[in-house]
C-alpha cells in the first residue's frame, strides 16, 4: 500500500479528527460549527459572579477602617455620647470666667452640654458651641468646672476637672465699708495729743465698687462726720472739731481743731461680688490755730498721728 503523505498527498480535512481547543484557537472556530457543541452551550446553565454575604462584608469594612485609625459604629447601633475633653482655661475679669473644650472626635454632635460646678448643674450651651462664660463671680477665687455631653437622652462620663480663677483687682478699687477699729499712734509728742482708739462706720457713696466714703467718727464723749474723697487708691477727707477749749475751764474761749486725714487699702478680700478692704492704714493731722482773748491765748500748734484700720466684727 502506497503511504499518502510519502506520495506527496494530504488527507481530506472532514477525515482528520479535531479535539476541541481553547476559546480564540483555531480548534475553536472549527468547533464552532458543530450544531451539537453549540446546542449544548446553548442549554447550559449561565455562569454566576461569587457574592459575599452581608454580614461579611460588614466585618471586612469595620476591620479595614479600624487598620486606618478610624471609628466606625455598626448602623444598627447608637454611636456612644464621648466624654468631652481638651477642657482649658478663657479670659477671665473679677467677675467672670470662661473656659473651651474640643469637639468629639468622632461620631454626631451632642444635643447640649451641661456645665457642672461642685457637683451642680451651673448653666448648659448647645452642642455645637466650645466656650462657656459665667459671670456673677468673687474676685480673686477659684472655681471648679466639669462638661458632660448629652444626646437623645444620654450622658457622657463626666471631662476631667478644670480650675479656673477670677481675677485679683488692684488694691485702688478696694470697697471701703462697714464698722472699723482705727488705733490712734502719735508721731509729735503734743499736749493734745494721745495714743488711743477711734471708731469708724463708713458708709459708701455707690451701690457697688469702690467710691467716695462718709465716715461717722466717734473718739470717746467727741464725734464727728466727714467725707473722704476717693482719687485713684487714696481717700481725702476733713473735719473741724472743738475737743478742748483755749483756757481754763472757768475762763476759756473755743479753739477747734482741724483734723486732716489721707487712707488707703492695705488689704481686701472677695466678698460676693465686691472686692472689700480688710484692712487700711493712714495718717491725721491736727492742726490748732493761734487764738486769743483779752487775757490769755493759745499758740498754733500741730501734729501727726498714724492710723490702722481693721474691721470691727
Given amino acids: 500500500m502506497t503511504d499518502p503523505e510519502a506520495a506527496g498527498q494530504s488527507l481530506p480535512i472532514a477525515a482528520v479528527p479535531v479535539a476541541p481547543g481553547p476559546p480564540g484557537s483555531a480548534h475553536d472556530t472549527v468547533t464552532d460549527h458543530d450544531p451539537a457543541i453549540a446546542q449544548a452551550a446553548a442549554a447550559a446553565p449561565p455562569r454566576r459572579r461569587r457574592r459575599w454575604p452581608l454580614v461579611t462584608l460588614v466585618a471586612v469594612i469595620v476591620v479595614a477602617a479600624l487598620a486606618g485609625?478610624?471609628?466606625?459604629?455598626?448602623?444598627?447601633?447608637?454611636?456612644?455620647?464621648?466624654?468631652?475633653?481638651?477642657?482649658?482655661?478663657g479670659p477671665a475679669t473679677a467677675n467672670s470666667i470662661s473656659f473651651r473644650w474640643a469637639r468629639p472626635a468622632t461620631g454626631p454632635l451632642p444635643d447640649r452640654y451641661l456645665i457642672l460646678?461642685?457637683?451642680?448643674?451651673?448653666?448648659?450651651?448647645?452642642?455645637?458651641?466650645?466656650?462657656?462664660?459665667?459671670?456673677?463671680?468673687?474676685?480673686?477665687?477659684?472655681?471648679?468646672?466639669?462638661?458632660?455631653?448629652?444626646?437623645?437622652?444620654?450622658?457622657s462620663p463626666q471631662s476631667a476637672a478644670l480650675t479656673v480663677s477670677t481675677l485679683t483687682p488692684p488694691m485702688s478699687q478696694a470697697r471701703l465699708e462697714g464698722l472699723w477699729e482705727v488705733f490712734v499712734k502719735n508721731v509729735h509728742r503734743s499736749p493734745h495729743s494721745r495714743n488711743g482708739t477711734l471708731y469708724w462706720t463708713l458708709f459708701p457713696a455707690c451701690a457697688t465698687?469702690?467710691?467716695?466714703?462718709?465716715?461717722?467718727?466717734?473718739?470717746?464723749?467727741?464725734?464727728?462726720?466727714?467725707?473722704?474723697?476717693?482719687v485713684g487708691a487714696v481717700y481725702r477727707g476733713h473735719a473741724v472739731v472743738n475737743f478742748t477749749p483755749c483756757g481754763s475751764r472757768g475762763n476759756s474761749i473755743p479753739d477747734p481743731a482741724t483734723l486732716k486725714f489721707r487712707v488707703h487699702a492695705t488689704k481686701a478680700v472677695g466678698e460676693g461680688?465686691?472686692?472689700?478692704?480688710?484692712?487700711?492704714?493712714?495718717?491725721?493731722?491736727?492742726?490748732?490755730?493761734?487764738?486769743?482773748?483779752?487775757?490769755?491765748?493759745?499758740?498754733?500748734?500741730?501734729?501727726?498721728?498714724?492710723?490702722?484700720?481693721?474691721?470691727?466684727?
Fill in 69 to 89: 485609625g478610624l471609628v466606625v459604629w455598626a448602623p444598627w447601633t447608637q454611636p456612644p455620647v464621648l466624654r468631652p475633653a481638651g477642657l482649658a482655661a
Fill in 209 to 230: 465698687g469702690a467710691c467716695d466714703v462718709v465716715a461717722h467718727v466717734k473718739d470717746g464723749k467727741h464725734s464727728f462726720k466727714m467725707t473722704l474723697t476717693r
Fill in 117 to 155: 460646678s461642685d457637683g451642680k448643674v451651673a448653666g448648659s450651651v448647645a452642642g455645637s458651641a466650645v466656650t462657656y462664660r459665667q459671670a456673677g463671680l468673687t474676685p480673686a477665687n477659684s472655681y471648679q468646672y466639669r462638661v458632660v455631653a448629652v444626646r437623645g437622652g444620654k450622658r
Fill in 273 to 313: 461680688q465686691e472686692w472689700v478692704a480688710t484692712s487700711w492704714t493712714g495718717t491725721m493731722w491736727w492742726i490748732y490755730k493761734y487764738v486769743s482773748s483779752a487775757t490769755f491765748y493759745c499758740t498754733a500748734s500741730s501734729y501727726k498721728a498714724i492710723l490702722s484700720g481693721t474691721p470691727n466684727a
